[in-house]
């Protein structure tokens, strides 16, 4: 019979199934959703257990290595310093303060008059320089045997001033960061590169920015400004013993009439700065570090000179006579100790070479005047002179150091 045969099923039925009732797809879910939990809260056991055992690891571990320490005797760690020699005596004089930064760094003053440690005061000779100070070999001479009575600032236009200098050198590494400086075109509203020159106002900043330098050493007492033509005129015993005996600064400062002094002077400048407040003097200046910081601090009459000191004006000439005059007279000497003959006239200075230079010559620039120092008088006028060419070092290395009186 019909109902008796076997019946053939087609492979394709065999994966048919029927439409999915609610009720399926419901267990669907919830098998779905505990599979998902079951394999979440696996997950996280065995996690635990790997956690567990690398806990167990580093138990064991830390506890081999305190009974090693508790048998052997270790150094006790070192305690990081605060850096306090680095705050008053910088090892490295190159930083990346602008001059903004660096001149209110310099001028903060502690009200503690008690130093913390034992300071020893020092000289800071601070060059100003167009390139290497050339005279280098006679200055190493001079300080010879006086380390850790004073340092070293060098300002340069020209970026390889150190190139040539060995590590050996007293000069190594003295370069004091040289901002770009740039004057403000108000028409154009843009900045003009404008490098140091002498006789302009930006002169002025360049030593502002030497003192500021010279002044993050609290150890600095005394600061000298030199160029790369000046020598010592005694050796560094005298030099160091007659500034900080001083009781007086040395600037230069005095009242000219006619078209180079008060001829110079600009109306503009009235009322902060009038016409018989007008100084003129040498730039070559030393000060003790209580004016310096005066000096880098004026934010009063350096710019009126900033403003209205151009042309004909040389603010190199009359800024500091002028303002130390008018602030701080009252301890100023009114002199400079660095010797320029300006007897032939001109712009410009006499300039020494080879042919100069000898013994007597020495002589009478270390004795030919007298001044009052200390409210006495028959002391030297004179420390350093200028402007020596490098074409007189070789008679001055051979001259000097005998004239002088430097140590061997």
């Known amino acids: 019979m019909k109902n008796n045969q076997n019946t053939v099923v087609s492979p394709l039925k065999l994966f048919h199934t029927p439409s999915l009732q609610p009720s399926n797809l419901l267990s669907l879910i919830l098998f779905f959703a505990f599979g998902l939990c079951f394999g979440i809260l696996l997950t996280f056991q065995l996690n635990n257990v790997s956690f567990n055992l690398r806990f167990n690891q580093f138990s064991l571990s830390t506890t081999t290595i305190t009974t090693a320490a508790a048998s052997t005797s270790f150094p006790p760690p070192s305690t990081p310093k605060i850096g306090l020699e680095n705050f008053i005596h910088p090892s490295e004089i190159m930083h990346q303060m602008t001059d903004r930064e660096l001149i209110w760094r310099a001028s903060m003053v502690p009200k503690v008059q008690k130093y913390p440690f034992n300071r020893i005061p020092k000289v800071a000779f601070m060059f100003l320089t167009r390139g290497p100070v050339v005279l280098a070999p006679l200055w190493e001479k001079f300080f010879k045997g006086h380390d850790g009575l004073f340092n070293i600032y060098v300002h340069s236009s020209d970026s390889s001033a150190n190139s040539t200098e060995s590590k050996q050198s007293v000069f190594y590494g003295r370069r004091i960061p040289s901002k770009e400086n740039y004057i403000y075109l108000q028409m154009f509203v843009s900045y003009e590169f404008q490098p140091v020159q002498w006789g302009k106002v930006n002169m002025v900043e360049a030593e502002r920015r030497l003192l500021a330098n010279a002044l993050l050493d609290f150890s600095n007492q005394r600061f000298v ?107 100023n000497s009114k002199r400079t100790l660095t010797f320029v003959d300006w007897s032939k006239g001109g712009p410009h200075p006499s300039r020494y070479t080879r042919n100069d230079i000898t013994q007597q010559f020495l002589e009478k620039l270390r004795s030919g005047r007298h001044c009052e120092y200390n409210g006495k008088k028959g002391h030297p006028c004179y420390l350093f002179a200028r402007k020596f060419t490098l074409h007189a070092l070789d008679r001055l290395l051979r001259l000097a150091p005998k004239t002088m009186h430097f140590n061997p």
Request: proline share 5%; aromatic share 16%; glycine share 6%.
């Open 225 to 331: 400004l030199l160029s790369e033509s000046c020598i010592p005129l005694f050796n560094f015993s005298t030099v160091y013993s007659y500034l900080m005996n001083s009781n007086q600064n040395f600037v230069e400062s005095y009242d000219l009439m006619g078209p180079v002094g008060r001829g110079r002077y600009n109306r503009k400048m009235n009322p902060t700065i009038k016409l018989h407040d007008w100084r003129k003097g040498s730039q070559w200046f030393e000060m003790e570090r209580d004016l310096a910081i005066e000096v880098i601090s004026d934010n009063t009459y350096f710019p009126v000179f900033q403003h209205y000191c151009n042309g004909s004006c040389y603010a190199d000439e009359h800024y500091l006579p002028t303002f130390v005059t008018k602030k701080f007279g009252g301890k």
